[in-house]
């Protein structure tokens, strides 16, 4: 099982020594891979309902620390040599993706090749409209696009593109990344809009908050839909993002046990679940305050954890 830790370039410890600090601390101890978020401001007043916590509300306090991932994945891939550096998930209309599938593809060069898109569509209206980008009830079909540009950019030569909500004429992009014939693409969700994205669009599937009853329903649906496109399950890269908490226990939305909280035993039995539903890959985000404790938490999954997975 790989296992990988989201970094945090967003909240009280998202300072430029603890985010460098742990990129280094996942390499030296293992870890497959480092993963970033995606927020670029935050609004002073949100209305927006977060999707992944019991009140809807978000739960940094949007005076904490908040940096750009393109620009950390940039700086992480020249402060690590082997992990592999993805976004977890990077939403796709905030950034014009001609310009975003030129910037992966260089870090991907710099990196030698350890970059990982992951994709997802968005959630913050108000994001959306400070960022002047194209209309938030448009966002679907417009990820959509911007995926078929970044892999067209990606894969180097000469890239035009006449869609709905983009059009240019062919443009010289290179080098081409180093990954062929792209970086691997996850798409993050768990809507049927999503799966389906994921079916037509990604290399694998990043799930969230997903209730571990719900999953076997949900890849017997992304399997479907798999099928439609010529491809099945085994195709997929499968992984699933939780929080960490090893020693206590933590509630999820629905008031059971959150995944990834608990025993060592107890979190050890959570990454085997997904294992055997066909996971390749899990990532952790620590949601406290206490860089020691983060540390201690990190050092306890590699350590006692990791060996027995």
């Not at 293992?30 to 401001?41: G, P």
């Not at 107890?266 to 990532?283: A, E, H, L, P």
Request: hydrophobic share 35%.
């Amino acid at each position: 099982m790989e296992i990988g830790i989201d970094v945090g370039v967003y909240g009280s410890l998202a300072t430029t020594e603890n985010i460098t600090g742990l990129a280094r601390f996942a390499e030296e101890r293992n870890y497959h891979s480092i993963w970033l978020a995606d927020h670029v401001v935050f609004p002073a007043n949100i209305e927006s309902r977060y999707p992944y916590s019991p009140t809807g509300a978000f739960p940094a306090p949007e005076t904490d620390p908040l940096m750009e991932p393109i620009a950390t994945m940039g700086v992480l891939a020249g402060a690590t040599k082997n992990v592999m550096i993805g976004t977890s998930v990077l939403v796709m209309p905030y950034r014009n993706p001609l310009l975003l599938g030129r910037m992966l593809a260089t870090i991907d060069n710099f990196s030698n090749g350890r970059v990982v898109l992951g994709a997802g569509s968005g959630w913050l209206e108000e994001e959306f409209k400070a960022l002047d980008t194209r209309d938030f009830v448009n966002r679907g079909p417009v990820t959509d696009e911007c995926l078929e540009i970044f892999k067209a950019v990606c894969g180097g030569g000469a890239v035009e593109y006449q869609g709905e909500h983009y059009q240019f004429e062919a443009m010289q992009c290179y080098p081409a990344s180093v990954q062929r014939p792209h970086p691997p693409i996850l798409i993050g969700g768990i809507s049927n809009r999503a799966l389906r994205r994921v079916a037509e669009h990604g290399c694998g599937w990043m799930s969230v908050s997903l209730d571990p009853d719900r999953i076997p329903e949900r890849l017997d649906r992304l399997n479907q839909l798999c099928k439609k496109n010529g491809r099945t399950l085994d195709d997929l890269w499968l992984v699933h993002k939780l929080f960490i908490s090893i020693g206590e226990e933590q509630r999820d939305v629905g008031g059971g046990r959150k995944l990834g909280t608990g025993s060592v035993e107890t979190v050890t039995d959570d990454i085997k679940r997904f294992q055997d539903y066909g996971y390749r890959s899990i990532i952790f985000r620590y949601p406290g305050f206490d860089a020691d404790e983060q540390t201690r938490q990190f050092d306890l999954l590699a350590d006692k954890i990791m060996p027995r997975v």
